[in-house]
C-alpha cells in the first residue's frame, strides 16, 4: 500500500506516435497555442496535466497515460501504483504496493517497453510491479490498437516508456530521489533511491546524447489475515447435505522485495534525416516472503461434525466442532519463500526519413530467468483430537473465522511435534529475439489518403520450466518426532496475528530459521524418514517432470494501414484504417507418466511427450475522429486483438491415472486455442481551457476462448489417445481433467472524465484543480460450462462494476497539496470450481491519499505523503450473496518522506 497521492500527476492524456505528417497548422492547434500564451505557468503540474491532456486530444487511440512532471518525480513507487488512478484501470494490492490490473474488467494485459513486446520468463507479460516509477517517461493504457502495434492482449495494452536522452535539455542532466515509507504494521521504514545521469552535446558526427537511470528500492511488508477457503458439499451422518469450507486459519505474511534496475541508453542524430538508438537494461526482484499460518482442514473428509449451527440459508455450515480420536488435520503451518527474477533487455533503432519516406527499423534480444525455493513446516501444539470452528464469528466487524483448539495448550513448547516438512524449488527461463522494420510513406498531405504504412515483424522466443518437490515425514518410534529434536528449536517464539484484539498466538520456529538451517534439515529427515532419505539426499527436489517442459516459438506478422483524412463542410474527419496478419508456430516438449505394475516394481512409467501448434490471424482496426470544432470531437474505432495460451497451460503433459474403478487423466492442453476479442468504442471529448476536458466513452467488447478447468467426462476415442483402453474398465466411464476454453464473453460499459484547473476564479483560488473520472460495467458476462443456477454464476472474475477517483489539487511553482480518493467495487476474485456458487469475492476497496510537496529552491522538492489514511482493510466472502465470509486482511496505513532533486 505504498501507492502516494499522484492525483494531479496521474490525469488522462494519450501518447501515441503519429503515423504521418499532418497540415502545418490546423484551426485546432492555432486555438491552443492562442490559449497557452495567456499563462506563463508550463510546468510541475499544471505542465503535466496540459501535456497529457493536449495528447489525448489529438491521438488517433483510445488511450490513457501517466505523465512524469519531470526526470524524478513521478510519485508512485511502480508501475502499477502509477495506473491505480487511469480510467477503466482496476488494481490489486497486496504485499505493500500494486500487484497486478485489469483493463476494462479484463486481466489478459500485453505488456511493452518502450514499444517492443517485452516478457518475463516462461509469462506473455512481464511484472509490471518490478518497474519502479523513476524509470519511467510516462506509462500508456492502450485501450484499443491499431494494425503497427504488436498484438497480444485482448484486455489492451500498457506501454512502459522509458527516459532517453534527447527526452531531456542539452547539457548534462543530474536528477534523482531519496525516499523513506513508514507503515503501521510492519513498523519498519522502506527506502527507495534513484539517480540519473545523461548529457546529450554537438559533435562533428552530430549531436550525441547518453543516459543511464539506475534505481534501488526495497518495500517491507506485513499483513495479518483471517480466512477460509474452498467450500465443499458434504454429507452427514443424518443424511442431509451442508456446505462447509476446506480449512480455516489465522495467518501473517510478511517479508519484502528488493528491487534493483538499471537503464542505459545512447542516441546518436547524425543528420536531420538519420538517427540510432542503442539501449539496454536490466529489472530484477528479490524477495523473502514469510507465511505464518495456523489452522485446521480437511474438514468435509475426515472425522466427524458434531454441535452444528447453520447460516439464515439452511444450508452453509456456520459453526461446528469437528473431532476425530485418531487425529484432526491440524496444526501450525510456517512456509518461507525465496523468489528471484532477473530481465535483461536490448533494443537497436534507427530511424531515416527522406522526403517523403520514413523507414524505422528495430531488433531486441532479452533474455530472463524467475524462480524460487520453498520450505515449509508444520508442526503440532501436542495431540489434537478436537477444535470449534465459527467461520462467521464477530473477531472482525463484518465476520470472519474463529478457531480454537480443544485440550492443548498453545504456550505449552514442550508439546509441540514435527508433523512434516516440505521444500520445493521451481522457475522458468526464456531468449527471445525480435525484428521489425515499418515504411511510411506520405502520399497526398490534402488528400483523402494521408499517408501509407506497411510493416513487418519476426519474433522467437524459447522458454523452459523446471519444478520439483518433496515431503518428509519425521517420526521417532512410530509417533510424531518432538519439536525440540527440529534444527532451529533454539530461535522457537511466539506469534499471532493483531486483528480484532484477537489474542491467539502460537510457537513455531520462523521461516528464515529454517531456511538458513537447511543443510541440516536435510540430514534430519535422512535420518528421522529413512523412506524419503534419497529424495533428500540432493540440494534441491529432484524433478517433477508433469511440471516440467522445454517450448520453441515463432511468430512473423505483417500490416498495412492508411491515415486519412477529409472535411465535410466545417468539420474535419481523421483517422486510420488497416489490418494485421499474424501466423504463430512452435513447438514443446513434455512428458506423460501411468503407474507402473509389478512387471517393474511398481515405479511410474515416464515418458516424452511432445506437442506442435500452429494458428493465424487476421486483425482489422479502424478508428475515426470527427473534430466539430477546435474544442470537440467524437472519436470511432472498431478493433480486433488476440491472447495466446500460456505454455505451462499448453505443454503436452498428461499423468494417466489407472488404477480406479474409472480412470482419470490429469493433463495440460496443447489444443488450447487463443482468446479474441472485436471492440467497438466512441469517446465524446470536449477540452477547454489549459488542461480541462470533459469526456464521456462507451464500449462493446465480444471475445471469445475464456479459460476454465474442470474434469469432464471423456470418450473411449478420447482416452485411447492417452493410452487408456476403457473396455477395459466396469464402470465403462472415463475422465480428462484439465484447463479448457470455456465459452464467450460479453463485456459493456461507460466512462467518464471531468478535469480542470480553477484559472477562472479570483486570487489564490486559481491555484486550485479538481480531476474526478469513473467507469461502470453494465455486463461481464462469460458463458462457463455449467447451469446458470445461482446469481453470479457467469460473472467475470476480476472484473468490478464500479471504479471512480477523485482528486483535489493546489499548485504552484513552490508549493503543491493533493488529496486523492480511489473507490473499487466488489468483484468475483475466481472461479471455485468445484463449487462455483461459492466462489470467492473481494468487497469494495478504497483508498484516500494526501500529499504536499515544497520546493525552497529550484533543483530540490520536499515531499510528504501519507496513503491509506482511512486504515481500509481488504473483506472477502463466499458467494455473490455472501453465502458465508471468507475473511480479511489488513493494510497498513503509511507515511513517506523524501527528497527530489535535479540539476
Same mark, same amino acid.
Given at each position: 500500500?505504498?501507492?502516494?497521492?499522484?492525483?494531479?500527476?496521474?490525469?488522462?492524456?494519450v501518447?501515441?506516435?503519429?503515423?504521418?505528417?499532418?497540415?502545418?497548422?490546423?484551426?485546432?492547434?492555432?486555438?491552443?497555442?492562442?490559449?497557452?500564451?495567456?499563462?506563463?505557468?508550463?510546468?510541475?503540474?499544471?505542465?503535466?496535466?496540459?501535456?497529457?491532456?493536449?495528447?489525448?486530444?489529438?491521438?488517433?487511440?483510445?488511450?490513457?497515460?501517466?505523465?512524469a512532471e519531470?526526470?524524478?518525480?513521478?510519485?508512485?513507487?511502480?508501475?502499477?501504483?502509477?495506473?491505480?488512478?487511469?480510467?477503466g484501470?482496476?488494481?490489486?494490492?497486496?504485499?505493500?504496493?500494486?500487484?497486478?490490473?485489469?483493463?476494462?474488467?479484463?486481466?489478459?494485459?500485453q505488456?511493452?517497453?518502450?514499444?517492443?513486446?517485452?516478457?518475463?520468463?516462461?509469462?506473455?507479460?512481464?511484472?509490471?510491479?518490478?518497474?519502479?516509477?523513476?524509470?519511467?517517461?510516462?506509462?500508456?493504457?492502450?485501450?484499443?490498437?491499431?494494425?503497427?502495434?504488436?498484438?497480444?492482449?485482448?484486455?489492451?495494452?500498457?506501454?512502459?516508456?522509458l527516459?532517453?536522452?534527447f527526452?531531456?535539455?542539452?547539457?548534462?542532466?543530474?536528477?534523482?530521489?531519496?525516499?523513506?515509507?513508514?507503515?503501521?504494521?510492519?513498523?519498519?521504514?522502506?527506502?527507495?533511491?534513484?539517480?540519473?545521469?545523461?548529457?546529450?552535446?554537438?559533435?562533428?558526427?552530430?549531436?550525441?546524447?547518453?543516459?543511464?537511470?539506475?534505481s534501488?528500492?526495497?518495500?517491507?511488508?506485513?499483513?495479518?489475515?483471517?480466512?477460509?477457503?474452498?467450500?465443499f458439499e458434504?454429507?452427514?451422518?443424518?443424511?442431509?447435505?451442508?456446505?462447509?469450507?476446506?480449512?480455516?486459519?489465522?495467518?501473517?505474511?510478511?517479508?519484502?522485495?528488493?528491487?534493483?534496475?538499471?537503464n542505459?541508453?545512447?542516441?546518436?542524430?547524425?543528420?536531420?534525416?538519420?538517427?540510432?538508438?542503442?539501449?539496454?537494461?536490466?529489472?530484477?526482484?528479490?524477495?523473502?516472503?514469510?507465511?505464518?499460518?495456523?489452522?485446521v482442514?480437511? *474438514? =468435509?473428509?475426515?472425522?466427524?461434525l /458434531?454441535?452444528? +449451527?447453520?447460516?439464515?440459508?439452511? $444450508?452453509? @455450515?456456520? &459453526?461446528?466442532? %469437528?473431532?476425530?480420536?485418531?487425529?484432526?488435520?491440524?496444526?501450525?503451518?510456517?512456509?518461507?519463500?525465496?523468489?528471484?527474477?532477473?530481465?535483461?533487455t536490448?533494443?537497436?533503432?534507427?530511424?531515416?526519413?527522406?522526403?517523403?519516406?520514413?523507414?524505422?527499423?528495430?531488433?531486441?534480444?532479452?533474455?530472463?530467468?524467475?524462480?524460487?525455493?520453498f520450505?515449509?513446516?508444520?508442526?503440532?501444539?501436542g495431540?489434537?483430537?478436537?477444535?470449534?470452528?465459527?467461520?462467521?464469528?464477530?473477531?472482525?466487524?463484518?465476520?470472519?473465522?474463529?478457531?480454537?483448539?480443544n485440550g492443548?495448550?498453545?504456550?505449552?513448547?514442550?508439546?509441540y511435534?514435527?508433523?512434516?516438512?516440505?521444500?520445493?524449488?521451481?522457475?522458468?527461463?526464456?531468449?527471445?529475439?525480435?525484428?521489425?522494420?515499418?515504411?511510411?510513406?506520405?502520399? *497526398? =498531405?490534402?488528400?483523402?489518403?494521408? /499517408?501509407?504504412? +506497411?510493416?513487418?515483424?519476426f519474433? $522467437?522466443? @524459447?522458454? &523452459?520450466?523446471? %519444478?520439483?518437490?518433496?515431503?518428509?515425514?519425521?517420526?521417532?518410534?512410530?509417533?510424531?518426532?518432538?519439536?525440540?529434536?527440529?534444527?532451529?528449536?533454539?530461535?522457537?517464539?511466539?506469534?499471532?496475528?493483531?486483528?480484532?484484539?484477537?489474542?491467539?498466538?502460537?510457537?513455531?520456529?520462523?521461516?528464515?530459521?529454517?531456511?538458513s538451517?537447511?543443510?541440516?534439515?536435510?540430514?534430519?529427515?535422512?535420518?528421522?524418514?529413512?523412506?524419503?532419505?534419497?529424495?533428500?539426499?540432493?540440494?534441491?527436489?529432484?524433478?517433477?517432470?508433469?511440471?516440467?517442459?522445454?517450448?520453441?516459438?515463432?511468430?512473423f506478422?505483417?500490416?498495412?494501414?492508411?491515415?486519412?483524412?477529409?472535411?465535410?463542410?466545417?468539420?474535419?474527419?481523421?483517422?486510420?484504417?488497416g489490418?494485421?496478419?499474424?501466423?504463430?508456430?512452435?513447438?514443446?516438449v513434455?512428458?506423460?507418466?501411468?503407474?507402473?505394475?509389478?512387471?517393474?516394481g511398481?515405479q511410474?512409467?515416464?515418458?516424452? &511427450?511432445?506437442?506442435?501448434?500452429?494458428?493465424?490471424?487476421?486483425?482489422?482496426?479502424?478508428?475515426?475522429?470527427?473534430?466539430?470544432?477546435?474544442?470537440?470531437?467524437?472519436?470511432?474505432?472498431?478493433?480486433?486483438n488476440?491472447?495466446?495460451?500460456?505454455?505451462?497451460?499448453?505443454?503436452?503433459?498428461?499423468?494417466?491415472?489407472?488404477?480406479?474403478?474409472?480412470?482419470?487423466?490429469?493433463?495440460?492442453?496443447p489444443?488450447?486455442?487463443?482468446?479474441?476479442?472485436?471492440?467497438?468504442?466512441a469517446?465524446?471529448?470536449?477540452?477547454?481551457?489549459?488542461?480541462?476536458?470533459?469526456?464521456?466513452?462507451?464500449?462493446?467488447?465480444?471475445?471469445?476462448?475464456?479459460?476454465?478447468?474442470?474434469?469432464?467426462?471423456?470418450?473411449?476415442?478420447?482416452?485411447?489417445?492417452?493410452?487408456?483402453?476403457l473396455?477395459?474398465?466396469?464402470?465403462?466411464?472415463?475422465?480428462?481433467?484439465?484447463?479448457?476454453?470455456?465459452?464467450?464473453?460479453?463485456?459493456?460499459?461507460?466512462?467518464?472524465?471531468?478535469?480542470?484547473?480553477?484559472?477562472?476564479?479570483?486570487?489564490?483560488?486559481?491555484?486550485?484543480?479538481?480531476?474526478?473520472?469513473?467507469?461502470?460495467?453494465?455486463?461481464?458476462?462469460?458463458?462457463?460450462?455449467?447451469?446458470?443456477?445461482?446469481?453470479?454464476?457467469?460473472?467475470?472474475?476480476n472484473?468490478s462494476?464500479?471504479?471512480?477517483?477523485?482528486?483535489?489539487?493546489y499548485?504552484t511553482?513552490?508549493?503543491?497539496?493533493?488529496?486523492?480518493?480511489?473507490?473499487?467495487?466488489?468483484?468475483?476474485?475466481?472461479?471455485w470450481?468445484?463449487?462455483?456458487?461459492?466462489?470467492?469475492?473481494?468487497?469494495?476497496?478504497?483508498?484516500?491519499?494526501?500529499?504536499?510537496?515544497?520546493?525552497?529552491?529550484?533543483?530540490?522538492?520536499?515531499?510528504?505523503?501519507?496513503?491509506?489514511?482511512?486504515?481500509?482493510?481488504?473483506?472477502?466472502?463466499?458467494?455473490?450473496?455472501?453465502?458465508?465470509?471468507?475473511?480479511?486482511?489488513?493494510?497498513?496505513?503509511?507515511?513517506?518522506?523524501?527528497?527530489?532533486?535535479?540539476?
Amino acid at each position: 500500500m505504498l501507492s502516494t497521492a499522484l492525483t494531479s500527476v496521474i490525469v488522462i492524456g494519450v501518447a501515441a506516435p503519429a503515423l504521418a505528417q499532418e497540415k502545418a497548422k490546423t484551426d485546432s492547434e492555432l486555438s491552443d497555442q492562442a490559449e497557452a500564451k495567456t499563462d506563463i505557468v508550463v510546468t510541475g503540474v499544471r505542465g503535466a496535466v496540459v501535456a497529457a491532456t493536449d495528447t489525448k486530444k489529438k491521438s488517433k487511440q483510445i488511450v490513457d497515460s501517466v505523465v512524469a512532471e519531470d526526470a524524478g518525480k513521478l510519485p508512485d513507487n511502480n508501475v502499477v501504483d502509477a495506473l491505480a488512478r487511469v480510467t477503466g484501470v482496476q488494481i490489486d494490492r497486496a504485499r505493500g504496493q500494486g500487484q497486478s490490473l485489469t483493463i476494462r474488467g479484463l486481466a489478459e494485459v500485453q505488456t511493452t517497453v518502450n514499444g517492443n513486446n517485452t516478457n518475463l520468463g516462461d509469462g506473455r507479460s512481464l511484472n509490471l510491479a518490478d518497474i519502479p516509477a523513476e524509470l519511467l517517461k510516462q506509462v500508456d493504457v492502450y485501450k484499443t490498437r491499431t494494425a503497427d502495434q504488436v498484438e497480444g492482449g485482448i484486455a489492451g495494452t500498457v506501454n512502459v516508456e522509458l527516459r532517453r536522452p534527447f527526452d531531456l535539455k542539452k547539457g548534462l542532466t543530474v536528477a534523482g530521489s531519496v525516499r523513506g515509507s513508514y507503515d503501521d504494521i510492519s513498523e519498519k521504514v522502506s527506502p527507495y533511491g534513484s539517480l540519473l545521469l545523461a548529457d546529450r552535446f554537438d559533435t562533428g558526427i552530430g549531436e550525441i546524447g547518453f543516459l543511464v537511470n539506475a534505481s534501488y528500492t526495497k518495500t517491507n511488508y506485513r499483513e495479518n489475515y483471517i480466512e477460509s477457503e474452498s467450500p465443499f458439499e458434504v454429507d452427514l451422518a443424518n443424511g442431509s447435505q451442508v456446505v462447509i469450507p476446506y480449512r480455516a486459519y489465522y495467518g501473517i505474511e510478511q517479508g519484502n522485495v528488493k528491487r534493483p534496475s538499471i537503464n542505459a541508453v545512447l542516441q546518436w542524430r547524425a543528420s536531420d534525416k538519420l538517427d540510432f538508438v542503442l539501449e539496454g537494461g536490466y529489472l530484477g526482484s528479490r524477495e523473502k516472503r514469510s507465511v505464518e499460518r495456523l489452522y485446521v482442514q480437511d *474438514m =468435509p473428509f475426515v472425522g466427524s461434525l /458434531s454441535n452444528i +449451527v447453520l447460516m439464515p440459508d439452511g $444450508r452453509t @455450515v456456520k &459453526s461446528a466442532t %469437528y473431532s476425530n480420536a485418531t487425529g484432526i488435520p491440524a496444526g501450525i503451518d510456517t512456509q518461507y519463500n525465496n523468489f528471484h527474477s532477473n530481465l535483461y533487455t536490448t533494443n537497436f533503432e534507427t530511424h531515416f526519413n527522406s522526403g517523403i519516406m520514413h523507414l524505422n527499423a528495430s531488433a531486441q534480444y532479452n533474455w530472463s530467468n524467475e524462480g524460487n525455493y520453498f520450505v515449509e513446516t508444520i508442526i503440532r501444539p501436542g495431540t489434537l483430537t478436537s477444535a470449534n470452528i465459527d467461520f462467521a464469528s464477530n473477531v472482525y466487524s463484518k465476520g470472519a473465522p474463529s478457531i480454537s483448539f480443544n485440550g492443548v495448550d498453545l504456550s505449552d513448547i514442550s508439546k509441540y511435534v514435527v508433523d512434516r516438512f516440505q521444500d520445493n524449488h521451481g522457475g522458468s527461463k526464456n531468449k527471445e529475439f525480435s525484428a521489425q522494420a515499418d515504411l511510411t510513406l506520405d502520399i *497526398m =498531405p490534402d488528400g483523402l489518403l494521408r /499517408s501509407l504504412q +506497411v510493416g513487418g515483424r519476426f519474433n $522467437r522466443r @524459447v522458454t &523452459s520450466r523446471y %519444478y520439483g518437490y518433496r515431503d518428509g515425514f519425521p517420526r521417532v518410534n512410530g509417533t510424531y518426532a518432538p519439536l525440540s529434536t527440529f534444527p532451529g528449536f533454539d530461535s522457537a517464539s511466539l506469534v499471532g496475528p493483531d486483528i480484532g484484539g484477537s489474542s491467539t498466538e502460537w510457537y513455531r520456529i520462523p521461516g528464515s530459521v529454517v531456511m538458513s538451517n537447511i543443510d541440516a534439515i536435510r540430514e534430519y529427515i535422512q535420518q528421522y524418514d529413512p523412506a524419503n532419505a534419497t529424495r533428500f539426499s540432493s540440494v534441491y527436489p529432484p524433478s517433477d517432470n508433469g511440471q516440467t517442459f522445454n517450448s520453441t516459438e515463432h511468430n512473423f506478422a505483417a500490416y498495412i494501414q492508411g491515415n486519412y483524412a477529409f472535411d465535410i463542410g466545417s468539420i474535419q474527419v481523421d483517422g486510420i484504417a488497416g489490418v494485421r496478419y499474424t501466423n504463430t508456430w512452435g513447438k514443446s516438449v513434455s512428458y506423460n507418466y501411468r503407474p507402473g505394475d509389478a512387471t517393474n516394481g511398481y515405479q511410474d512409467i515416464v515418458q516424452l &511427450s511432445p506437442g506442435f501448434g500452429n494458428y493465424f490471424d487476421l486483425l482489422p482496426s479502424f478508428s475515426s475522429i470527427i473534430h466539430f470544432n477546435p474544442k470537440t470531437q467524437l472519436r470511432l474505432s472498431y478493433t480486433t486483438n488476440v491472447s495466446r495460451p500460456g505454455f505451462y497451460d499448453m505443454r503436452p503433459f498428461y499423468y494417466a491415472e489407472t488404477r480406479g474403478t474409472s480412470p482419470v487423466v490429469y493433463a495440460g492442453n496443447p489444443n488450447l486455442k487463443a482468446q479474441r476479442e472485436h471492440s467497438f468504442d466512441a469517446s465524446a471529448e470536449y477540452y477547454f481551457g489549459r488542461g480541462g476536458q470533459i469526456s464521456v466513452a462507451g464500449y462493446y467488447k465480444k471475445a471469445s476462448g475464456f479459460l476454465y478447468y474442470s474434469r469432464e467426462e471423456a470418450s473411449a476415442s478420447e482416452l485411447a489417445g492417452y493410452g487408456i483402453d476403457l473396455s477395459q474398465y466396469a464402470s465403462g466411464v472415463g475422465y480428462v481433467e484439465q484447463l479448457r476454453n470455456a465459452g464467450d464473453g460479453t463485456f459493456i460499459g461507460m466512462e467518464g472524465t471531468v478535469q480542470s484547473f480553477f484559472d477562472f476564479l479570483p486570487g489564490i483560488l486559481k491555484n486550485f484543480g479538481a480531476s474526478l473520472n469513473a467507469s461502470h460495467i453494465f455486463k461481464a458476462r462469460i458463458e462457463y460450462p455449467y447451469p446458470e443456477d445461482f446469481p453470479g454464476a457467469f460473472d467475470s472474475p476480476n472484473t468490478s462494476k464500479w471504479t471512480a477517483n477523485a482528486t483535489l489539487f493546489y499548485d504552484t511553482p513552490q508549493f503543491s497539496a493533493r488529496v486523492a480518493y480511489n473507490y473499487r467495487s466488489s468483484y468475483r476474485m475466481g472461479i471455485w470450481t468445484t463449487n462455483p456458487e461459492y466462489s470467492p469475492y473481494q468487497g469494495s476497496t478504497s483508498k484516500l491519499d494526501a500529499a504536499i510537496n515544497y520546493t525552497p529552491v529550484a533543483f530540490m522538492t520536499l515531499s510528504l505523503e501519507a496513503s491509506n489514511i482511512l486504515g481500509n482493510d481488504v473483506y472477502r466472502y463466499h458467494g455473490s450473496q455472501e453465502l458465508l465470509p471468507l475473511g480479511v486482511r489488513t493494510l497498513a496505513r503509511t507515511v513517506q518522506g523524501s527528497v527530489r532533486f535535479r540539476f
